[in-house]
């Protein structure tokens, strides 16, 4: 019988396409990646239409988690020594009592969330353990407590520049962890805020959609 | 996997005296670095954070006891709007009556909540809009934009309660930039408000 002889295929397959792209898709992700600077606590914006840019240098955060504690971040990515004059001023004004290698620590320090009495422990602990710290929270009442004095000196550090007054809560705190942090602000004569969100589309059918689509038309 | 090959290289013919030169091969094993290659890729896939956070801008007005110094709200063009817990939200137009039989509720919901609700509070307020001298002001304001006046006398009045979530304080003001509402204002509770809300809320 004669046999069917089947012509032996070669099972290689060219792949070479196929690298490529998935190295472009990484080449892509390592260029787009911006990695998110490390926080205490973890925090669930609310979500909003607004459009408006975070900026990340001459600005002041405040953050409160779903408990209600408070922290408080000065932003500078432009120049790291800013924060380092805060925390110069700071340590001059309340009288902290906090060493060189301390306030040099609090330049890679994330956000502070601890009373005046606790900072020097805090600082005496390195920069990327703190998110293993306990912090309690920057103390406040109705009239501001400690974080009033955080932004006091830090506006007077930063004397004159433009900053601005960044606010991040998450989306389980109550209404008067919030207010009482508007307090703080206000009692330093600041009364223009913005709300760290995260992005969502303007509902459609909508009137700011109708705007957005017709400032978008008139634009070109 | 990927490699590259190099294609035959026949064509020498072999002859007496032709050393035959030892042929190596460029056969190149690639796997390793493409299994590096996709390790970083699920790595940056998982540390990326797509949507870059956004800012929503607030402005608070000064506090101050001073009645003169205090804006005048238009009875008829006003809404006070007051969040409780559970995303519950309950609203009156015009001045709170005394057997509150205004005092209504509602939610968040897209098409039947809140945004519903200033919707048709802005409608009738434009249609009640009579002209009057603060109007040229608006229009100069607005590039002469006639219509920009119309709902001059609206306001919104937002009350966030003590057990309301920061998400819910956040989504009302959301709400007046959806909305198109100028005009809006945050302030406290008064007393009469809070027990309405507990007694509607059974406690």
Redesign the interface.
Known sequence: MPSVKIPKKSTFV???P??DV??L??TF??M?????PEEPVEIV???????????DSDALQVT?DSTGRVFFSVLSEKDPNVKYNVIKHMNETRNLGLTEAEMQNFKRAPAIGVPFSGLKSLLAVPAEEHKNYKQPGIPLDTLGGELFFWIRDAVGTFSGKQLKY??K???????????QV?NA??KNEI?????????ED??PG???EI?RKREKSGGH | MASIEEGGGGGHKKGPGVKKAKKLSTHLDMTPMVDLGFLLITFFIFTTTMSSPTTMELYMPKDTDKDDEQNKAKESGALTVMLSKNNQIYYYEGQLKEDASNFLSTNFNPATGIRKVLIDKKKSVIEAHQHDAGCEKIWAKNNGDKKSCLDKDLVVVIKPGELATYKNTVDILDEMTITNIKRYAMVDLFEAEKTLIDKTEGN
């Open positions: 060219d792949m070479t196929f690298v998935a190295f898709i990484l992700f390592i787009a990646t911006k990695f998110k914006t609310p979500n909003s239409v607004s459009t408006k840019e975070l900026p409160f960044l606010i809560g998450d989306n389980e705190a109550k209404y008067p962890a919030f207010k508007l602000f206000k009364f223009k805020f913005q709300m760290i969100t995260a992005l303007a509902p909508s009137e700011l705007i």
